[in-house]
């Protein structure tokens, strides 16, 4: 089984971006959480002006969507510029091969191959699965969104291979 796909610095930020979204929503709901748990008694009193307070908290949430913004981009930048210093080719045309004694994945002239009985981690998740030796640290991560269709079918047949 031969395929082929490609991996670009915007792929991995935009992969970032979603990584950051689910923890940014619970940061947002958290910080609303605690501007209102700290002014509840504001709130009630029936002497305050709740214009003020609904100001106040306008620009409370401005500023915690901005902070969210320049944390997210200070993490994505961080992250891209480690991931360059650290794979010297990780951006590019990867060709698969996988076949009855190994799975290679090839970009550049960098090619990294696992024998079936090398490897001893396979997780298999929702939109990813990862195959990894104890020789080799960094493994093989396989995403749906780079390989689209031919997914299912990889998956399948490592599968059978790791599980005959």
């Known amino acids: ?24 929503v619970i940061f947002l709901i958290l910080g609303i959480y605690f501007f209102f748990s700290f002014m509840k008694y504001a709130f009630q009193d029936i002497n305050t002006d709740k214009s003020i307070l609904w100001l106040g908290f306008t620009i409370y949430f401005v500023v915690l969507l901005l902070l969210l913004f320049a944390f997210t981009k200070l993490y994505i930048f961080l992250k891209v510029r480690k991931n360059d210093k650290n794979t010297k080719n990780a951006y590019g045309k990867y060709l698969i091969e996988a076949n009855d004694k190994e799975i290679i994945s090839k970009v550049g002239s960098e090619k990294i191959s ?3 009985k090398e490897i001893t981690s ?7 699965f990862i195959l990894k030796t104890k020789k080799d640290k960094i493994g093989l991560c396989f995403r749906r969104e780079t390989l689209k269709d031919d997914y299912d079918k990889l998956l399948l047949y490592v599968k059978k291979k790791m599980h005959p």
Not at 122 to 128: C, G, I
Request: contains cysteine.
């Open 1 to 24: 089984m031969k395929l082929e796909c490609t991996w670009t610095r915007e792929d991995l930020k935009s992969y970032l971006r979603k990584k950051r979204r689910f923890a940014n």
């Open 122 to 128: 396979f997780k298999v998740r929702r939109n990813y």
């Open 114 to 116: 696992y024998h079936w």
